[in-house]
């Protein structure tokens, strides 16, 4: 709808649609991945999930967000 009205040019709709067909490829990746490893995908205890201004879980402290 934006390219038909104009608002964006050819290149850019095209660089909108690879980057939405590579971060589905990278979800897929990574959920994959973690599923293979044998981690849950969602935590049910209540302790396990992240607060805002809780202290970050072990071993990822200096892991960029």
Known sequence: ???????INAA?????VITAVVTSQMAG????FV????????STNPDETWKVGAALPH????VAV
Do not use: H, Q, V
């Not at 709808?1 to 608002?7: E, F, L, S, T, V």
């Not at 850019?12 to 909108?16: H, K, R, S």
């Not at 071993?59 to 200096?62: D, F, I, K, L, V």
């Open 35 to 42: 599923l293979s490893k044998g981690w849950p995908l969602r």
């Open 59 to 62: 071993g990822t402290e200096g």
């Open 29 to 32: 990746t990574w959920l994959r």
């Open 12 to 16: 850019f709709y095209t660089t909108l």
């Open 1 to 7: 709808m934006a390219y038909d009205a104009g608002i």
